[in-house]
């Protein structure tokens, strides 16, 4: 397996600084050499599919600067032949933990959220844009909602149109009680 082959060569960096990941369970462990060579939030359908999410931010590294330190046996694989892609999982949690290119040979991806610490990089860069989804949260201000303490939300647009001074609602129904114009 290229993960074996690749954990008994890799060398360390310059900087000498290692950030570590692992899955949600645990079981999996990952290691990269800071700092990582990017970052990028991914709004693909393979992804969002994958993670379950909007989108996914994934940290791209050097493969030669990527270690499995912990449970290399409980990596599961899929491969995409449409995308031409892999994809890595833990067996035992389902954590999404790498995602490899078929035309990038030496890069692999990792989900940035497997990342505790900071691995050098700022995903200010969006993949497949044209796909982001209109239920995506994009930024809009949040208040907190009354009664759920932690839980905030996005205010709906107010639909209210201008009242006339004259205009009364009554059992649900617009009625104008503006004065009648007086013909002379």
Same mark, same amino acid.
């Given at each position: 397996m290229k993960w074996q082959r690749l954990n008994e060569r890799a060398?360390?960096?310059r900087s000498g600084r290692h950030v570590s990941g692992r899955c949600l369970c645990g079981a999996v462990e990952l290691e990269i050499d800071f700092p990582a060579f990017w970052a990028w939030h991914d709004?693909?359908?393979a992804s969002r599919r994958a993670h379950g999410a909007?989108?996914? !931010? &994934?940290i791209g590294c050097w493969r030669k600067h990527t270690r499995v330190v912990k449970g290399l046996r409980g990596i599961t694989r899929f491969e995409d032949l449409k995308t031409?892609?892999?994809?890595?999982?833990c067996s035992r949690c389902g954590a999404p933990l790498l995602y490899e290119r078929k035309d990038s040979p030496h890069m692999?991806?990792?989900?940035?959220?497997?990342f505790t610490d900071r691995t050098?990089?700022?995903p200010r860069y969006h993949v497949?844009?044209?796909?982001?989804?209109?239920? !995506? &949260?994009?930024g809009h201000r949040l208040v907190p909602l009354k009664g759920y303490p932690g839980i905030v939300w996005e205010r709906p647009k107010s639909r209210r149109r201008p009242r006339s001074v004259y205009?009364?609602?009554?059992?649900?129904?617009?009625?104008?009680?503006?004065?009648?114009?007086?013909?002379?």
């Open positions: 060398g360390s960096n709004h693909s359908v909007a989108y996914a !931010t &994934y031409e892609s892999t994809r890595s999982f692999v991806n990792i989900p940035r959220a497997l050098g990089r700022e497949a844009i044209e796909e982001l989804q209109d239920w !995506t &949260y994009t205009d009364v609602e009554f059992l649900d129904r617009r009625v104008s009680s503006a004065p009648a114009p007086i013909v002379r």
